[in-house]
């Protein structure tokens, strides 16, 4: 089965695999514990990411985010979130 980007986001984030490491108002940055690997993510303000993962080196400085940037975007959001 292959899970599109934004439900493998949510996966990410219920299985509590995003570690917020800043925020700040230009940009936030998170570590994601991919299938993969570790990877590195920046969701800037803009709307924009970066990413080391394959997606990410074809398509960061763009919108288009990747499963990575998606999750810590949703991790973002719940956290803001009152309980
Ligand atoms: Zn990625």
Redo the contacts with the bound molecule.
Sequence with gaps: MTETRPEKAQRLVDEEQVEIVETDSFATSAFVQGDNGL?A?LLFASGRFN?I?K??TIHWNTDDL????LAVKLAMERKDKPC
Aim: glycine share 10%; net charge neutral; proline share 0%.
């Design positions: 990877y993510v990413c993962c997606w990410g990747c499963a990575h940037a």
